[in-house]
């Protein structure tokens, strides 16, 4: 079974999940993590998925944001990749520049292998989720699943799930760890034609209209501007001084929109250049810079 995942680090989190590794005992087997943990994890084990790590496709091009008339592959994609990854929060030396580069070859790579892997006639399953860059992430892949017959199944991450006496929330699937992934797996359904080709056509729709970023509104992906986050910046930085990190930690803590940080350092990156934003003490690392409004709320 070949799973497809949207962001690096659930897919990371999935091929962990593939490739179990036991150390022993404790009510069930526990996993050694590709960090090197040793420490066995404190979430709840619920199993081991089948496969390999081999079979875990990572397709990763953050299609909720950019130009999408243009393909997958294409250059202007892989730059914006790039661009947000590379943003320069730390100072970075050509060896990281190098890596950052590669990042967009590397999702080609990975959309490449899906492809072989759908030529030999193996079953796909997706898992995705309401963030943006996971509903836009599955409606890009039906333009190409729809071109195949293989068995394809999804699974949709709920809204919450109860533990004991407990509910745990979960806004997109890198907030799972590897050892629950196999949890989730009674939420899987097939994918019918008509859904693969459903959100075919919504991704045809989304790339004609071709706004710079997109959306979740009301459970719907939709066209919205580039500007359409930024009122929490707003929210979050006004006259008094504050370091960057403080401001996008509010941000990300508080509306949990399943949109990165990178996003929103770059809307800020934009502001300072326009003079509506103040660099008050600047730092090699620009998360630690500390800015302000230049003159309250825009």
């Known amino acids: 079974m070949i799973e497809v995942l949207f962001g690096e680090s659930e897919a990371g989190a999935m091929k962990v999940a593939k490739n179990k590794i036991v150390i ?3 009510d069930g087997p526990t996993s050694v993590f590709m960090a090197g943990k040793k420490k066995p994890p ?10 390999t790590a081999e079979e875990v496709i990572c397709f990763g091009f953050m299609l909720d944001i950019g130009d999408i008339r243009e393909s997958v592959e294409s250059s202007c994609r892989r730059e914006l990749i790039y661009a947000m990854y590379a943003q320069d929060q730390w100072a970075q030396d050509e060896e990281t520049k190098r890596e950052l580069r590669n990042v967009g070859d590397y999702y080609v790579k990975e959309l490449h292998r899906l492809k072989h892997f759908l030529e030999d006639g193996e079953p796909v ?4 989720s309401d ?12 333009q190409i699943l729809q071109k195949y017959g293989n068995k394809i199944s999804a699974v949709k ?3 919450y799930v109860v533990r004991d006496k407990n509910i745990v929330f979960h806004h997109s699937w890198n907030e799972v760890s590897a050892e629950e992934f196999a949890g989730f797996l009674s939420y899987e359904k097939p ?3 008509e859904e693969i080709r459903m959100y ?11 706004s710079p970023l997109r959306a979740m509104i009301g459970g719907r992906v939709l066209s919205v501007p580039e500007d359409f986050y930024d009122f929490l910046i707003w929210k979050w930085l006004g006259n008094v001084p504050v370091k960057e990190c403080r401001v996008i930690g509010n941000i990300l803590g508080h509306a949990q929109l399943g949109v990165g940080d990178w996003w929103y350092a770059g809307r800020i990156e934009h502001y300072i250049q326009q003079g509506k934003i103040l660099v008050v003490e600047d730092s090699e690392n620009k998360y630690a810079r500390v800015i302000c409004s230049a003159g309250g709320q825009i």
């Open 24 to 26: 022993g005992k404790v």
């Open 42 to 51: 404190e979430k709840p084990f619920c199993g081991w998925i089948e496969g």
């Open 125 to 128: 399953r997706v898992w995705y």
């Open 131 to 142: 963030t943006p860059y996971s509903r836009c992430g599955l409606y890009s892949l039906c």
């Open 157 to 159: 991450l709920p809204e």
């Open 191 to 193: 994918l019918s034609r």
């Open 200 to 210: 075919a056509m919504l991704w045809e729709e989304l790339a004609e209209e071709n």
